[in-house]
């Protein structure tokens, strides 16, 4: 449940309407009761997709990149530019078509967690462009 | 000081010598061998004319390849270290190898296979001269830090937990097998598991025999190795992070293994193999003291920091590890103990910290606890992990960390820690 996907909740819901009306042709009592929780699904996950959206957020300061995320399992993280060593900008199919692309900093560490989804493809490559910028001005070495 | 040379001694000859000493049977099978032993000789000896090395204007170049050249150029300022690595044939040979790793992926690390024994410590005396950019060093100028005994080293390897238990489930279906009617294929399974284990004993003890650590001017000097042997410097401002752990039946002895963390390159987030070929070990079983004492060559006094145990409600979210939790901020360093049954002590110099992370779980929501990880360069587990601090404790840090780190990365001297 913690780490339930909106495509999951989405699935799960749509499974149970589905029975629902088919059920509701032979057991209209049981049908019922199935379409009802097919829509409290539905509600919840809807819900939950909207408490992740609003948890993601970014701040740049002088120095570093604050980047937050997360419901259950809050996370933030700060990740001096100085050590940026990529910046990365994707767009998968979705996002495409939706006009969004995400912005991802890698540094030295795997463990790094940096990623910022659902931007404007315009504000994702000035993100990027300032990104950069700001990380040629302090770099260090390893 | 230009060095040049074409006197590597063909690989052919390391590659023959198998062959040769492996009794053959029957008239076809010598045959074969004669045929094989005289094309590894006819590839050896090509690339052996097509290989030339130079270190010039600080540039070490290697050119080889018959069909396709390739020209590997590598800055002396960015050489990470320069080993020394002897396998077993090679040994009986009187010849070494001397491997030059760069800082990015094992493709820019430059081999020069095989010279002869004496030829290659200088070579490597004097490719070290060069990257530091100063004279010869000063002959005894090392000291000495530890040293792994046989007998510790044979007495722990089987007190590994990935070595004992299926020792012990193989050993038990083999005695209790015919009770439990598991018939043959369950004594198969057995010995195969018996073998597999076997090997890999045998593989750890040659490869730690004779271990040896001592302190130089380049780093730490190591050295060990039962059939091949291998002699490596470790610069200590290339430590990203040092791990001490402990497993739970080394505990009772009191042994202690220690591991560095050493730098690769740039590295994507996803190539964690990559960054797990980057450890090294340094002791691979000592004393707790001998260990604390090779950790302290190389971080300090921060080395022996106790750090404080998270406040006691953590127990309620993490109740077999909560009596080893520790974190601590020691001068310039962070430092955290974690684990259930093995005792994993990290210790991070904020200079080369990548990044801060703060993470809350429900549970430790709802009891005011947060953890705080500082990454290392390396793999996702890289890095101090301060866990389940009070949640005040926890904003503290994160506000405090990424001024200290920054402060820290300005006044990080080349070298971490005097020669004692």
């Known amino acids: 449940m913690l780490t339930l996907r909106r495509g999951q909740v989405g699935a799960g819901a749509i499974a149970l309407l589905v029975v629902g009306v088919g059920l509701s042709f032979t057991n209209l009592v049981l049908g019922a009761v199935l379409m009802v929780a097919a829509l409290t699904v539905a509600g919840l996950g809807l819900s939950y997709v909207g408490r992740r959206f609003r948890s993601w957020g970014y701040l740049e300061r002088v120095e570093d990149l604050l980047v937050r995320r997360g419901v259950m399992f809050e996370r933030l993280s700060v990740v001096p530019y100085g050590r940026m060593q990529t910046v990365e900008v994707t767009a998968g199919p979705l996002e495409r078509s939706l006009g969004l692309a995400t912005v991802q900093l890698h540094t030295a560490s795997a463990a790094s967690d940096a990623r910022i989804p659902g931007l404007d493809r315009s504000a994702a490559a000035d993100l990027r462009d300032r990104l950069v910028g700001r990380g040629e001005a302090t770099a260090e070495g390893l | ?420």
């Open chain 2, 1 to 420: 000081m230009v060095q040049a040379g074409r006197r590597l001694v063909p690989l052919a000859v390391v590659l023959a010598v198998p062959f040769l000493s492996r009794g053959s049977s029957g008239r076809y099978q010598s045959l074969v061998d004669a045929g094989l032993v005289g094309l590894a000789v006819v590839v050896g000896a090509a690339e052996w004319i097509v290989t030339r090395w130079r270190v010039q204007a600080g540039v070490l170049r290697l050119e080889t390849g018959l069909l396709r050249r390739r020209t590997t150029q590598l800055p002396l300022s960015r050489v990470q270290s320069i080993d020394l690595v002897r396998p077993g044939t090679a040994r009986v040979l009187g010849l070494a190898e001397i491997r030059v790793r760069s800082g990015g992926s094992r493709e820019g690390d430059v081999r020069l296979a095989y010279l002869a024994a004496e030829r290659a410590e200088h070579l490597r005396d004097g490719l070290l001269n060069l990257v530091r950019g100063t004279g010869p060093a000063p002959s005894g100028a090392e000291s000495h830090l530890a040293r792994v005994s046989t007998g510790r080293l044979l007495a722990c390897t089987p007190l590994r937990g990935a070595i004992l238990w299926p020792t012990l489930a193989a050993l038990a279906v083999l005695v209790w097998g015919r009770q439990l009617s598991l018939g043959g294929g369950g004594v198969a399974v057995a010995t195969t598991i018996l073998v597999v284990v076997g090997t890999g004993v045998a593989r750890i003890v040659s490869s730690q025999f004779g271990f040896e650590v001592a302190h130089t001017r380049d780093g730490l000097l190591i050295r060990g190795g039962a059939v091949g042997t291998f002699t490596e410097t470790l610069a200590l401002h290339r430590v990203q992070a040092l791990r001490m752990v402990e497993p739970l039946l080394w505990r009772p002895f009191g042994w202690a293994k220690l591991v560095a963390d050493v730098a690769g390159g740039q590295r994507r987030g996803d190539e964690d193999r990559a960054a797990s070929g980057r450890i090294r070990t340094l002791v691979p079983v000592a004393p707790r003291a001998e260990v604390l004492r090779v950790a302290e060559s190389i971080v300090g006094p921060a080395a022996r920091a106790a750090g404080t145990p998270p406040p006691s409600r953590a127990r309620l979210k993490a109740p077999i590890s909560y009596p080893l939790l520790r974190a601590g901020l020691p001068g310039d360093y962070a430092m955290s103990a974690v684990g259930r049954f093995r005792r994993l002590t990290t210790i991070v110099p904020l200079s080369k910290v990548q990044s801060v992370r703060w993470v809350q779980g429900p549970v430790q929501r709802r009891l005011g606890l947060a953890t705080v990880h500082l990454d290392a360069a390396g793999g996702r587990r890289t890095g101090a992990a301060l866990r389940d601090r009070s949640s005040d404790e926890a904003r503290e840090l994160l506000q405090r960390l990424p001024g200290l780190c920054a402060a820290a990365r300005q006044s990080a001297p080349d070298v971490l820690a005097p020669v004692p």
